[in-house]
């Protein structure tokens, strides 16, 4: 496989060069990069909750973001990960035009006791505190939020709270007393996820509705295999949607250290430096997150066209149609 997208790789390279000269547009495609060299940060209280979160935002060297506005991107965590183990990734989503919220959100769970567990009661909440924090003169980012767009991103546990989300439905262990999916909601990028039935094991589906899903995995995650990420995908009632295989990754290679203290192990080594697998699987979020809420056309052709043959790192499927026929194979990749 690695090979063969090294291949793939060069020749798309050598196209370009052939191509070449005064056609940056078409280059651009193939190559999109993030869009804010500079991000910061700050911690904050959500109000509704009183999580303790840190937030990313783009900024520009003149400290001067103009008219711009940006989405938001909640990051749900993995179990007892804590919030600083996604600095990097955060980091980097944020560098695609969008504020990113990482909160530590800490409950009581039966049976396992007190600890770091997202859940979906995180999303009004984290809303409701973006709202504050646009109005509030005081604030870094005030006045740069654009409210009316969210994203999710997720990792493990956090990722099937997302799920649940998209799908609209109120589960044991990911949803505290109710849950109605807001509006605001529009796309969701999910690392080292699945949604199932834990008793049964059956996967649940998914009526995702408008919202577009993307699944990322490691093809060597020992907690949450491969196998239920695939699953998963093909719940996933209605395009576009797309299930990202990153090569050589386990279920840390969204966090700052592979194994990170408190969480569960992992006894896979990663192939893949995690330097680089952040940033493969940030830059990934990033720009299904661009296409998917703000229409990006370069973002969307890397996603559902380009991207898998350039990134040596990954494999993917994707979805942009439903079926026509229904005869046709579970993962057709439509144009």
């Known amino acids: 496989m690695a090979i063969l997208k090294d291949l793939s790789v060069t020749l798309a390279s050598a196209a370009l060069i052939v191509c070449g000269i005064g056609k940056t547009a078409t280059a651009e495609i193939y190559s999109p990069a993030p869009l804010f060299k500079d991000v910061d940060s700050y911690t904050t209280k959500i109000s509704a909750n009183n999580d303790i979160a840190d937030i990313y935002f783009p900024k520009q060297l003149d400290n001067k973001i103009g008219n711009r506005s ?32 990482v909160p530590n959100h800490q409950a009581n769970r039966q049976k396992v006791g007190i600890g770091l567990f997202a859940d979906t009661s995180q999303i009004e909440a984290v809303l409701a505190q973006m709202k504050l924090e646009n109005k509030n003169p005081n604030s870094p980012i005030t006045n740069i939020i654009n409210t009316r767009k969210l994203g999710l991103l997720g990792h493990s546990l956090g990722g099937a709270v997302g799920l649940s989300a998209i799908a609209n439905l109120c589960l044991p262990f990911l949803c505290k007393g109710s849950f109605s999916r807001p509006k605001q909601l529009l796309a969701g990028a ?49 395009p576009p949607k797309t299930l990202i295989s990153i090569l050589g990754v386990n279920h840390y290679g969204i966090t700052n250290t592979n194994n990170p203290t408190g969480a569960r192990l992992d006894k896979n080594m990663p192939d893949l430096d995690q330097n680089a697998s952040i940033e493969t699987v940030a830059r990934w979020s990033g720009l299904f997150l661009r296409a998917t809420i703000l229409n990006d056309k370069v973002a969307f052709d890397y996603i559902y066209s380009t991207g898998d043959d350039l990134d040596p790192n990954v494999s993917v499927i994707t979805q942009t149609k439903k079926y026509t026929n229904k005869f046709s194979p579970p993962n057709t990749v439509y144009p």
Not at 70 to 96: C, E, H, T, W
Not at 192 to 220: E, M
């Open 70 to 101: 940006f989405p938001i991107a909640l990051l749900l965590q993995g179990a007892n990960v804590d919030k600083s183990n996604y600095s990097n990734f955060a980091r980097i989503v944020a560098s695609y035009g969008f504020i990113v919220v």
């Open 190 to 238: 999910f690392f080292g996820a699945n949604l199932r039935n834990t008793t049964t094991q059956q996967f649940i589906p998914i009526n995702n509705s408008h919202i577009k899903v993307a699944l990322l995995q490691g093809t060597i995650d020992s907690i949450a295999i491969p196998q239920r990420a695939q699953a998963t995908y093909e719940q996933i009632q209605h």
